[in-house]
């Protein structure tokens, strides 16, 4: 019988109720112990709809308070000294990796101050995981209770046996780093590291694991021959424990493993190897034929990435072939990833249009489809005939509905030239003319947008959206909250002001919401990092701008202010990474799409008197196809082209910003260099200043703000560390070129924390006006 699997299931809850709990737990409102419980019951509940849809195979260790990669330091000791002198309890240190810890002495326990290890994007997601951080002397040691092997016991005495999932020995190390001032290459710890999976896989045995899913999603990766090479001996190890441990399934996702087939042949010995045929199917033949003459095929053929219903007959043919190879008992019908990346239920909308919600499939409705598929091969199509007449019907209704379709988006795309993709002067005729018209210091201090996004600013937003406040009052409410911003602004004596975004629900959602060709949704959170969530607007069809849709705000913000004020707008690709793309539409159109709703915003900004104005491009390192090659050279072509096409509309004397986060950009520092940006901010406090060092190597000319502390974190940086790092930065940056800025917008943070530490950046600033 063809087998249902699920990778991984979204651990919010249906009301984000993690959030709820953890943040409660940091505020002190709840102990401990109330965190631990609600941990345990969205897991029993995830577990138990799983159940109940029927899913063969369920996941167990899928679950994390925090991040799951953080769960695997925590796992195997690999805690930074920085952390462990302070011989927290487990759950404060866990935390303080996560998000940094700043507490006073009391009751004799001593003062903490402990930054957060760096956070990056997994993979090309919006999920971002904790990297682990190395030290030449590494050892490794299990904690104590080995997480697996208890969330396994809790969910088979719930009468669940799952298959407990692990992030693989190799992508551990793969996806670490040496610690700063350390020069381990994390794969040499590969055979220290190993004995603690043998631990925990005999574990997971004993207490009755059939089988595990070992994820290795590097593989995916262009990898080191040293990385690649670790395959063999690892998994030779792994499978030299035989009955002493569980089958193991290898999961990779989010791309193709063709490049690295050879690496298969040592992995012969496993039960099972999981590939992403919704990303890549074309990767089948190729996989198939370096299966090992027993190994089963774990077909990931619904998307763990987006919303979109399974085109059911599709997925059937797909799998249908798999098992004419390999026969029913070999094949498990899979989600192409862990479902972490889609929201909960759709069963939560209650006010999506029900033409469109037809189309969508979320968390608990992709676990029906994932039974449905699996019964379609092993019983025949008859068994469930009405669920693939009813598939077949939504997917023709979206095929040919007029929603999808604006002529008149077509027709302007089909004027777009050349020339709407280039400033009018080179960079230095531009600078000149800026400087002109902002007179801004050297050293210029700003913000990157967000100001706290506070309670009250959300109940306002909250009470407007459910009409119990009129738009007039939630106006005031948002100038009201315009004008603190600004004053802060001038008593913190920042150079370049910003309105703060108190509008603004989210950076993408936002602009989702007054663009025409996107839906968006009520519940459907999907989380970004720790408690934080996002709620991706779905672009369903053509997309144009009815009308200006920060305009109003920032002249507003610009009117009250004595400095010069920042216009904000998210750019194209990261409006197009941060929703929910349409898979009817290559990407590049929908991003040209965007590009020119943007390019009419921009216009108008400038035409109100905006002469600052920051697209922020988060997401472009993200969209990056995960391996060199030509696929990435067109990708970065498009998405260039679309910042360009959205920014190029203004005069010599109006100063385009763009904002990098979560981004390693040394490797696609070429692209960044192409957009034209004047000015760029890129998060950095939490990288090596070395880094910088490209800017110098490819000799960039343009201005920079390498941000200067961290913001994830609620810790105050103290004027002398912002000072350092400013140092730093000076060895490859010249004071002409520097801006001084935090690493990303402030609204997840308090005004307590956001006002100390922007006084330390502005004086620290200061200091080196002064000597300079
Ligand atoms: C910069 N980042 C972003 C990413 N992706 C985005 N789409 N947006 C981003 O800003 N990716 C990379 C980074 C890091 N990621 C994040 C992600 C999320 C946050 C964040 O702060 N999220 C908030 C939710 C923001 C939001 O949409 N708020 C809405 C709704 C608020 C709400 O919960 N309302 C309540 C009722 C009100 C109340 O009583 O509080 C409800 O609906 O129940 C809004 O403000 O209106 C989060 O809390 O997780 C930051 C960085
Ligand atoms: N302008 C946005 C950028 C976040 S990446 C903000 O400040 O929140
Ligand atoms: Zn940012």
Redesign the pocket.
């Known amino acids: 019988m063809v087998q249902s699997s699920i990778l991984g299931f979204p651990r919010m809850g249906v009301n984000?109720d993690l959030?709820k709990a953890t943040e409660a737990f940091w505020a002190g409102k709840i102990p401990k112990e109330e965190l631990l419980s609600e941990g345990k019951r969205l897991r029993l509940e995830h577990w138990q709809l799983q159940k109940k849809a029927g899913v063969d195979i369920i996941p167990s260790n899928d679950f994390a308070f925090y991040d799951q990669v953080l769960d695997h330091i925590h796992l195997f000791g690999v805690v930074p000294e920085r952390y462990s002198k302070y011989n927290l309890s487990d759950l404060d240190e866990y935390f303080a990796m996560g998000r940094g810890l700043q507490r006073p002495e009391k009751d004799g326990e001593p003062a903490v101050d402990v930054p957060s290890l760096e956070m990056v994007k997994w993979f090309d997601s919006?999920y971002?995981y904790v990297k682990p951080t190395l030290q030449d002397n590494q050892t490794f040691k299990l904690s104590g209770t080995a997480k697996p092997v208890t969330e396994f016991k809790e969910a088979k005495d719930a009468g669940i046996l799952t298959r407990p999932v692990l992030l693989g020995p190799v992508s551990f190390l793969a996806l670490a780093k040496a610690d700063r001032g350390q020069s381990v290459d994390p794969i040499s710890l590969l055979d220290k590291l190993l004995p603690l999976y043998e631990d925990v896989l005999m574990q997971l045995k004993d207490a009755g694991a059939e089988s595990v899913q070992i994820d290795e999603p590097v593989l995916v990766f262009d990898l080191p021959t040293k990385v690649k090479n670790a395959f063999q001996p690892a998994y030779e190890k792994i499978g030299a424990l035989g009955s002493k441990a569980p089958k193991i399934v290898l999961a990779t996702y989010f791309g193709d493993i063709v490049h690295n087939i050879g690496v298969l042949d040592s992995l012969k010995g496993l039960y099972a190897i999981h590939v992403d045929l919704v990303r890549n199917p074309e990767q089948l033949d190729t996989v198939l034929g370096a299966l090992g003459p027993e190994q089963t095929l774990s077909a990931g053929v619904v998307d763990g990435r987006n919303i979109w219903k399974t085109n059911f007959q599709r997925a059937i043919e797909t799998v249908e072939t798999i098992v004419q190879k390999l026969g029913k008992d070999r094949v498990i019908v899979s989600s192409s990833s862990s479902l972490l990346h889609t929201p909960h239920t759709l069963a939560s909308e209650k006010k999506l249009d029900p033409e469109v919600k037809d189309w969508f499939s979320f968390a608990v409705e992709k676990a029906d489809e994932l039974v449905i598929i699996a019964k379609a091969v092993s019983e025949g199509p008859a068994a469930v005939r009405s669920a693939l007449e009813a598939n077949a019907k939504s997917m023709q209704a979206r095929a040919s509905s007029a929603r999808t379709n604006d002529p008149k988006v077509k027709d302007r795309q089909a004027k777009v030239t050349e020339d709407m993709h280039k400033r009018a002067s080179p960079f230095p005729t531009r600078i000149a003319q800026q400087q002109k018209r902002l007179n801004l210091p050297k050293f210029p201090t700003t913000t990157i947008g967000s100001f706290p996004?506070t309670?009250e600013?959300?109940?306002q937003?909250?009470k407007f959206?459910k009409n119990e406040i009129t738009a007039e009052e939630y106006e005031k409410f948002i100038e009201k909250e315009i004008q603190d911003v600004v004053r802060i602004q001038e008593e913190l004596d920042l150079d370049v002001f910003v309105h703060g975004e108190p509008e603004r629900?989210?950076?993408?959602?936002y602009f989702g919401e007054r663009l025409n060709g996107y839906e968006f949704t009520t519940h459907a959170w999907v989380q970004?990092?720790g408690?934080?969530?996002?709620?991706?607007p779905i672009i369903v069809g053509d997309i144009s701008r009815p009308a200006p849709m920060s305009v109003k705000e920032s002249k507003y913000a610009a009117s009250i202010s004595k400095k010069p004020m920042k216009g904000m707008l998210t750019g194209p690709i990261t409006c197009l990474r941060?929703s929910f793309p349409r898979d009817d539409v290559h990407q590049s159109v929908q991003a040209q799409q965007l590009a020119l709703a943007l390019r009419d915003e921009v216009v108008d900004l400038e035409a109100a008197g905006i002469y600052v104005i920051q697209v922020d491009e988060?997401?472009l390192r993200e969209g990056l196809p995960l391996r060199a090659g030509k696929e990435r050279e067109r990708y970065l072509q498009w998405a260039v082209n679309s910042f360009r096409l959205s920014t190029a509309g203004v005069e010599d004397g109006t100063q385009i910003h763009s904002h990098f986060?979560?981004s390693e950009f040394q490797d696609f520092f070429y692209a960044i260099a192409a957009l034209d940006a004047d000015v760029l901010s890129i998060e950095n406090s939490k990288s090596d200043a070395k880094l910088l060092k490209v800017f110098v190597d490819e000799a960039y000319p343009r201005h920079i703000g390498p941000g200067v502390y961290d913001i994830h974190s609620p810790r105050v940086p103290s004027e002398q560390e912002i000072k350092d790092r400013i140092q730093e930065m000076l060895q490859y940056l010249k004071p002409d070129q520097l801006w001084i800025d935090p690493d990303?917008?402030l609204?997840?943070r308090q005004w307590s924390e956001t006002k100390a530490a922007l006084t330390n950046m502005v004086n620290a600033a200061k200091y080196f006006r002064s000597k300079y």
């Open positions: 984000r959030k919006n971002h996004q309670k600013i959300r109940i937003r909250n959206v629900n989210d950076m993408v959602q970004s990092y408690s934080r969530c996002v709620r991706p941060w988060p997401a986060c979560y990303c917008g609204k997840t």
